[in-house]
């Protein structure tokens, strides 16, 4: 895709055909005193992604009991450190996994008899907790 301008600013038409998510290929030149510069040199231009703080969201609520987890969190990440225990403090499970922005995740090889537990997910510092029924 070529877009182009005829003044120095691109149109918010232009940019809303733009894919966000996506990286570009792009050459600029600048107009100095009522002359055009010659084209630069190539370079990749992004927008990055949104960033939210942790969270997380397990479902469904509940499970049954020998069910894997279910779980997703709103942006990307790679390596949360993942940890199940019971309302002891006693830890059950624990696992490193990459998300997706909202997709679905499973930790499996979770042998959680009915009960309430703790799910807690670690990522760069930050921490956030949830509740897991298991029936």
């Not at 190539?42 to 009991?65: D, H, M, R, V």
């Amino acid at each position: 895709m070529t877009l182009s301008s005829p003044t120095h600013q691109i149109s918010t038409e232009l940019l809303a055909m733009l894919d966000f998510q996506e990286t570009y290929t792009v050459k600029c030149r600048a107009s100095v005193e009522s002359s055009w510069t010659d084209w630069g040199a190539e370079c990749k231009i992004g927008f990055g992604e949104k960033t939210y703080p942790l969270n997380l969201e397990i479902f469904p609520q509940p499970i049954a009991s020998g069910q894997p987890i279910q779980m997703r969190m709103k942006g990307s990440r790679e390596n949360v450190e993942i940890i199940v225990m019971d309302l002891t403090g006693k830890i059950n499970r624990t696992a490193n996994l990459n998300f997706s922005h909202m997709e679905p995740n499973t930790m499996a090889g979770t042998t959680l008899q009915s009960g309430l537990y703790l799910v807690q997910a670690i990522h760069e510092g930050q921490s956030v907790t949830k509740k897991l029924v298991v029936e």
